[in-house]
């Protein structure tokens, strides 16, 4: 009798001990399943947020292209040119392709008071980059020979209107040049008058100031004379 007791004893602590090793077991794999859980949450967040940032780059890639092709189109449909001289309102216009110097005109206001405004020929096509000069009565009184009918062709070529003559001009029409202020200006008239008329317009970087990349700039601009 005491021996099946005893049996009873060691089965009954034999089976609690075996009920808590599963409890245990179910605990841990609780733990096991919740931290599971947690990973595939953490997991699709990061999977979200990726999609997040490839959506926002995606977007302000797609703006970048528009912006992209706003500009290359303004570049197919439009011009810019600088209107100075006699006009009211001096100043860079984007004018349409085909324009011409009358358009240019137009959009900086008209002529002013003092232009002459039978000499430069507004019928004429503008190109893009195109700096168009309009004198007034006063330029063309003391340099007539410039500022002849632009039909007029002297020598095979046709006068072009707003060519800053840098064996002739004043100060203030060589100052009308981009990138020419008041001391360089001074300077090119000094050296006409110490050296002589330029003989091409590519003698003007002797002057003191001005090197290949303002000539660059101005080429197009000036000549010496016709």
């Known amino acids: 009798m005491i021996i099946k007791k005893k049996l009873l ?18 605990r841990k794999n609780g733990m096991i399943l919740e931290t599971t859980e947690q990973n595939t949450g953490s997991q699709n967040d990061t999977a979200y947020a990726e999609d997040a940032v490839v959506g926002s780059v995606t977007e302000r890639d797609q703006e970048d292209t528009e912006a992209i092709i706003d500009t290359e189109a303004i570049k197919d449909t ?7 001289g006699a006009v009211k309102q001096e100043g860079v216009y984007e004018l349409p392709i085909g324009a011409r110097i009358n358009d240019a005109l137009l959009a900086a206001g008209g002529f002013a008071e003092n232009a002459a405004e039978q000499v430069v020929n507004l019928a004429d096509f503008i190109e893009d980059g195109q700096r168009i000069y ?11 020979e410039r500022w002849q009918d632009p039909e007029t062709e002297t020598n095979g070529q046709t006068m072009e ?11 203030e029409e060589l100052m009308s040049l981009s990138g020419i202020g008041e001391a360089k200006a001074e300077n090119i008239i000094t050296y006409r008058e110490t050296q002589g008329a330029f003989e091409k317009t590519e003698d003007i ?14 080429k197009n601009d000036i000549c010496v004379g016709r």
């Open 78 to 84: 439009g011009i810019c040119v600088f209107v100075c």
């Open 205 to 218: 970087m002797n002057v003191n100031g001005i090197g290949e990349n303002l000539f660059q700039k101005i």
């Open 161 to 171: 209107a707003g060519v800053v003559n840098i064996n002739t001009a004043g100060k």
């Open 9 to 26: 004893y060691v089965g009954l602590a034999g089976w609690m001990l075996l009920s808590g090793i599963t409890l245990v077991g179910c």
């Open 134 to 144: 309009f004198p007034t009565e006063e330029e063309v009184q003391e340099q007539p």
